[in-house]
């Protein structure tokens, strides 16, 4: 009896060592209930699992004592960084980044607490290996594998397996796998299924990256991070209540390029690259982001549709911050070229590590000594990165505007950012703590004085919009209508239909936030 109490005690060691960790570091109004009850299931299953007699060998215990102290480690370390528990939207963010991406989420989100329960646990794992209980009686094999199994059937029916970090890793990873190989692009384009209805030239397509329109003085933001388009807003149209429909770029983006929406299963997805194609216009994209490959990506792979089309990032050296201007060069000598063009530019925005988003001579906040928190000095590096974006959307419109053509630029970004706002202690993006600035986005176009608008141009700055029928809304300002467009889901359109703004798994994104908040 005494060597089964010491066996659980000891088993036990990590699970205490989190919750001590948890009470010092993190808040604890952030961590629910669920998370105690299916850390105490999981807890039990891992006690039970040496009953089996068949699996009570060295090795065997070995590894589950090895999963049990990752597991800790995972569930840990995720609520000090960013106040939540290990989710599948974590797993499918890391398998969506790439490695310089995964440095700067490690060196962003590193901390002492993190390291020394690391280490500590590090050290727990080779006690925890050499306690061990074995089950004497045949029939305990039946009787753990009998509890096991109903642990695991509570644990899915409860609802409370959501929060098992191995759950969410499986279901991150299937669910990374599933948009890869669900998007299937459709390139049976015909002249015949597209309807050219102006004689405009030049498009520039620039889509931002973690950009919340919250931070932008051109939408009264409190601080002056958008300078240069407030000179020049009389020439634009801002439209101040777009959102995306996800917190991702990899299920956002597909939404934004494609005729695929948050609702629609379709069959056949048709992206604008091919539309711009087939009607005769040269296409180009830019990206300042790394693709994970060319073509395994989904992003990537409507980009490698393009005419031309070149990633910045893997060309250089891997430890070199490469911001946005490095863009502008080849930008400006691709508008120089003759013949109607479409422009793709894929900024890397205002994406952490924020700091490293802009130059030096862009660090205008932030020079208050007295501003030491980690909360203030975030904020701070995330408008200057806002501010340095000002200036890479300004350029873009400046040289476009050089040029005396039928053209039109159009901005917005994949998704918002956190950071610390709607009175929240975090930054970055999850889809567990969802706020309404992962979502915000800003949406801005701009045209020259002789660009052909579309008959049923129509100008509404406080049209409720979501970013997935972008696809819709390019082709009808332009002039380049595909037969899967329906230009009453156009933004642009007098005749444009507002509907449900469903986000996420059908969340009804202005009954949740905006209704909610009135």
Not at 127 to 154: D, W
Not at 247 to 273: G, M
Not at 388 to 404: A, E, H
Request: net charge neutral; charged share 25%.
């Amino acid at each position: 009896m005494f060597k089964r109490f010491k066996f659980i005690f000891v088993l036990s060691l990590p699970l205490l060592c989190k919750y001590a960790f948890l009470l010092l570091f993190v808040d604890w109004n952030l961590f629910e209930l669920e998370d105690i009850l299916e850390d105490l299931l999981f807890f039990i299953v891992i006690v039970l699992l040496p009953f089996i007699k068949q699996l009570n060998k060295p090795f065997f215990s070995n590894f589950v004592c090895f999963i049990y102290v990752l597991y800790i480690i995972l569930e840990t370390t995720s609520y000090i960084a960013v106040s939540s528990n290990f989710s599948s939207s974590f797993m499918y963010l890391l398998l969506e980044s790439n490695t310089d991406e995964l440095k700067e989420f490690s060196t962003s989100y590193i901390s002492i607490p993190i390291i020394i329960f690391i280490i500590l646990n590090s050290f727990l794992f080779f006690i925890i290996r050499k306690v061990k209980f074995k089950a004497t009686n045949k029939s305990y094999s039946i009787i753990g594998l009998i509890s096991i199994i109903f642990i695991l059937i509570i644990l899915k029916f409860s609802g409370l397996i959501e929060s098992n970090a191995y759950h969410n890793i499986i279901r991150g990873t299937y669910g990374y796998i599933d948009l890869q190989t669900s998007l299937k692009i459709n390139s049976d384009i015909t002249k015949e299924d597209i309807e050219i209805t102006s004689d405009n030239e030049i498009l520039v397509f620039v889509l931002g990256e973690s950009t919340a329109r919250g931070h932008l003085q051109i939408y009264d933001y409190r601080r002056k991070t958008t300078p240069l388009l407030e000179s020049i807003k009389d020439s634009l149209f801002v439209f101040n209540n777009v959102i995306s429909t996800d917190v991702f770029t990899l299920k956002s983006v597909p939404k934004i390029l494609t005729s695929l929406d948050i609702v629609s299963k379709k069959e056949k997805v048709f992206n604008i690259v091919d539309v711009f194609n087939t009607a005769g216009y040269k296409t180009y994209w830019l990206s300042n982001q790394r693709p994970i490959s060319y073509h395994d990506n989904v992003v990537s792979k409507i980009a490698s549709g393009s005419d031309m089309f070149k990633f910045y990032n893997h060309i250089i050296d891997k430890n070199t911050v490469v911001i946005d201007e490095i863009m502008l060069p080849d930008y400006n000598e691709i508008l120089k070229k003759p013949g109607k063009k479409v422009v793709f530019l894929r900024l890397i925005g205002t994406h952490f590590d924020y700091n490293k988003r802009y130059p030096e001579s862009f660090n205008k906040f932030g020079d208050n000594l007295n501003e030491k928190s980690k909360s203030k000095t975030i904020i701070n590096q995330y408008d200057n990165a806002i501010l340095y974006n000002d200036y890479i959307i300004y350029s873009l419109i400046d040289n476009l505007k050089k040029m005396n053509s039928k053209s039109a630029l159009l901005y917005l970004s994949d998704h918002g950012e956190n950071v610390y706002d709607n009175g929240t202690d975090f930054f970055g993006r999850s889809e567990e703590i969802l706020t309404k600035s992962m979502f915000e986005i800003p949406f801005i176009l701009w045209t020259s004085e002789n660009f052909e608008f579309p008959k049923d141009f129509e100008y509404n700055s406080k049209r409720k919009f979501m970013a997935d029928h972008t696809y819709e809304s390019i082709g009808h300002i332009f002039g380049v209508l595909h037969k899967s467009m329906d230009s009453k889901k156009s933004i642009f359109s007098e005749r444009f239909k507002e509907r449900k703004r469903l986000v996420l798994n059908g969340l009804d994104y202005d009954e949740f936030f905006v209704e909610k908040n009135e």
